[in-house]
C-alpha cells in the first residue's frame, strides 16, 4: 500500500486540475469495478455492486476520498517574469517560504519574498512571489491561470510517513485499498474520488446528487493536538481511525457513528472520537443532498496539515482500511 | 395541549443539535393528534401532514411551516485531570456559560456545573474578561477514574433550566429559540382543526438550524411543497438596544419583509393579519435572515417563503422570554391564512398552473 500511497501523493492535482491524479486512480482498480464512470466536475465514480443475500437489506453506501490538493495560482506576470499569485484552497502563507511549487507541466518555481521591512512581520501572500528562473518575460513560459502545487517527495520514516497532499490523498488510497480488499458486499458500495475539495466541497454536492446515496462516509485527514503546544484536541497520531462527531461544517449523523464504532469494537481496533473547531469535509455536502443522506466521516489523524510536509501513522492508515472493510461487509441498521 | 404546557414540556427536555431525538418524541406525541400521519426524514426533522379538504376540481396544492426544534448546546472536547473540557454547538454567548447547570449525556445523564477560577484568584486583567472557553470546564463530580468510564469526548452537553412563568403574561426559559415556534405550529393545526382548507399542510419540526439550516433544506427537498413559512425568533425590546433593531414583545407576529421573503406572501399574511385584527408587526429584514426560511427559498426550483418572528428577549441565553399571547396570535394568523389559500393565491405568487387530476 506504501506504494500506492508514494504515488498518489507525488501526483499533481491542485483543485480543478485533479486529471493526473484520476488516471492513478483509475490504474489501480483496473478489475475490482462493476461501473467506472466521470462526471460533469471530473469526479470518478466507481461502483461495488452488492450480491442480494436473504435476509439483508442492501443499502446504497457512498464513500468519499477528494483528489484535489492545495496550491496557488498566478495571477500576474511582471516585466522581470516574476508572478504573483493567490491561493487555491487554505494556503497558509508562513508554510510557502523556501518553497517549491510545481506547475501542470513538471516545471519548478521557486517562492520568493519581498524586502522584509520589520523582522517579525508575518509573512503575506501578497508579498511573495514566484521565480520560474527566467532571465526575462519572454522565457517566462507560464501564463495568468497557471495552476501550481506543493512539490515534495513522499518518505517512509517506519511507523509514519511524510508527504504533501496527504490531505486527501491518504483517503483515496484508503478507498482503493479497501476496494481492491472487499471480496463481497450486501450493498451497492460507490467509491467516489471528488474534486474541488478545497474550494468549497464543490464535487462532492454534484456526486452526491448523482448517486444519491441512503449512507455516505467521507474519509478525508483531520487535525492532531499531540504536538508540543497545540491546541486543546483529543485526536493523537497512532490512537486509530477518528470518528468524527463535529467539524466546523457539521455534526456527523449519530447512526452512521454509531455503526463504525460498533464495527471498530467488534474487530477489536482501536479508534477516537474526533471534535474538529476548524475545517470540515465532503461530509458536510452529501448530508445536505436532496432530501438528506445519513453521513459520516472517518478521519485520519494528520500533522502539520496544509503544509508540504503533512504526517500520518500507517498504523493508522490500515486501521482505516480495516474499519471500512468490516462497516462495508455486514448488514447495516442505523 | 395548551400552549404554556407544551412549551413547559419541550423546552425542559434537551435536543441540542444533531441530538434531537428527546424532543423529538414529544412534538411527535403533539403534532399526532392534530395531523393525519408523522413521519421523520433522515436528517431528523418531524414531518406531520394534515391533509386539505378540496373538490375534485380543486388541484392539490401544499405549505410547509417550519419551526427548528434543536437548540444550542456543547460538547466534550477533552478529559483533564476529572474536568470537561467542551466546545460548542451552535452559536453559545461565552458571557452567559459561566455558572450554568448543564447535562452531561454520558453513558447516562450526569448533572454538571460550569465553572472557572474565582475572581481571587485572578489578576486585574482577566478580572475584567469574558472567560475565554479554554479557561471553562464542566464538574460533573466524578474522580478521574470514574469520569473515563462513563464519559468520552464527542458527548453531548445541554444547558439545564426550568421554564419560568413571569407576571404580564411572559415565560422565560432555554430553547425558546426556536421550540417557541414548535408551539406556535402546534397551535396553527389545533386551530386549523376548527377551518376547513383545500391546501395540504407540512407542519415540520426542523433539526441542525443552528448548524446551518440543514434539516430545512432537506426536508424541504422532500416535500416539495408549493409554499413555505418558517417561524423563528426575533429580537424583542429590552433595554439598552435601539428600538429600530427590535420588535415588541406582546405586539403579536413580526411578519419579515425583505429578499428572503416572497412579496405576494408578504401581503397575504399582512393581508389576512388586518382582517381578522391580529395584532402584528412589520420586520424588514435586509439581507440574509439565518432562518430556516433562507434555505428553504433556494430549495429545488425556488419556494416562494415568508418569515414569521415571534419577539423574544435575551436570544442564546438560558433566559430567553416570550409572552405567550405571541404564540397563540401567530397560530391563530397561520390557520386562517392556511384557510384562505386558493388558487387564486398561488397565481398571485407565480405558481405553475396545475391540472386538478389526482
Known sequence: MKELIAELTETWGPSGNEDAVRKVIEKSITGHADEVRVDALGNLIVLKKGNVKKGVDKRRIMLAAHMDEIGVIVSHVDEKGFLRFSAIGGVFPPTLLGSRVQFGDGKIGVIGRERVVKPDEAPRMDKMFIDVGSPDKGHVGRRVGDAACFTRPFVDLGQRLVAKAFDDRIGCAVLVQTLLGLKTTPHDVYFVFTTQEEVGVRGATTSAFGVEPEIAVAVDVTLTGDTPEAPTMAVALGAGPAIKVKDRGMLAHVGVKNWMVSTAERLKLPYQFEVLDAGSTDGMAIQTSRAGVATGVLSIPTRYVHSPSEMVDYDDVRHSVELLLGMLSSPVSL | ?358
Not at chain 2, 406531520?48 to 380543486?58: E, S
Not at chain 2, 466524578?142 to 444547558?159: A, F, H, Y
Not at chain 2, 415565560?171 to 396553527?188: E, L, N, P, T
Not at chain 2, 429545488?300 to 438560558?318: D, F, K, N, Q, V
Request: charged share 20%; glycine share 12%; aromatic share 6%.
Open chain 2, 1 to 358: 395541549m395548551q400552549i404554556k404546557d407544551f412549551m413547559k414540556q419541550i423546552t425542559e427536555a434537551s435536543g441540542v443539535s444533531g441530538y434531537e431525538g428527546g424532543v423529538r418524541e414529544l412534538v411527535r406525541t403533539e403534532l399526532a393528534a392534530y395531523s393525519d400521519e408523522v413521519r421523520t426524514d433522515t436528517l431528523g426533522s418531524l414531518i406531520a401532514l394534515k391533509r386539505g379538504q378540496r373538490p375534485d376540481d380543486v388541484p392539490q396544492r401544499s405549505i410547509m411551516l417550519a419551526g427548528h426544534m434543536d437548540e444550542i448546546g456543547l460538547l466534550v472536547t477533552k478529559l483533564e485531570k476529572g474536568y470537561l473540557r467542551f466546545s460548542t454547538v451552535g452559536g453559545f454567548d461565552l458571557r452567559v456559560l459561566l455558572g450554568q447547570e448543564v447535562i452531561v449525556h454520558g453513558r447516562r445523564d450526569f448533572p454538571g456545573v460550569i465553572g472557572t477560577r474565582p475572581p481571587h484568584v485572578l489578576g486585574p486583567e482577566d478580572r475584567d474578561q469574558v472567560v475565554p472557553l479554554d479557561r471553562l470546564f464542566i464538574d460533573v463530580g466524578l474522580t478521574e477514574v470514574e469520569l473515563g468510564k462513563n464519559i468520552r469526548v464527542g458527548d453531548i452537553v445541554s444547558l439545564r433550566r426550568e421554564f419560568t412563568e413571569l407576571a404580564g403574561g411572559l415565560v422565560a426559559g432555554k430553547a425558546f429559540d426556536d421550540r417557541a415556534a414548535v408551539a406556535c405550529i402546534d397551535q396553527c393545526l389545533q386551530y386549523l382543526a376548527g377551518l376547513r382548507h383545500t391546501w395540504d399542510v407540512y407542519a415540520v419540526a426542523t433539526v441542525q438550524e443552528e448548524t446551518g439550516l440543514k434539516g430545512a433544506l432537506t426536508s424541504a427537498f422532500g416535500i416539495d411543497p408549493d409554499i413555505g413559512v418558517a417561524i423563528d425568533v426575533g429580537h424583542g425590546n429590552m433595554l439598552g438596544v435601539s428600538e429600530v433593531d427590535t420588535v415588541n414583545v406582546g405586539g403579536g407576529p413580526a411578519i419579515g419583509f425583505g429578499p428572503n421573503i416572497h412579496p405576494a406572501l408578504y401581503e397575504q399574511l399582512t393581508a389576512t393579519a388586518s382582517r381578522y385584527e391580529i395584532s402584528h408587526q412589520i420586520d424588514p429584514i435586509p439581507g440574509a435572515s439565518g432562518t430556516d426560511a433562507w434555505a428553504m427559498q433556494v430549495v429545488r426550483e425556488g419556494i416562494p417563503t415568508a418569515l414569521i418572528s415571534i419577539p423574544l428577549r435575551y436570544m442564546h441565553t438560558t433566559v430567553e422570554t416570550i409572552s405567550l399571547k405571541d404564540i397563540e396570535r401567530i397560530g391563530r394568523l397561520l390557520a386562517l391564512f392556511i384557510a384562505g389559500l386558493t388558487e387564486e393565491s398561488a397565481e398571485q405568487l407565480g405558481l405553475a398552473q396545475q391540472s386538478s387530476a389526482t
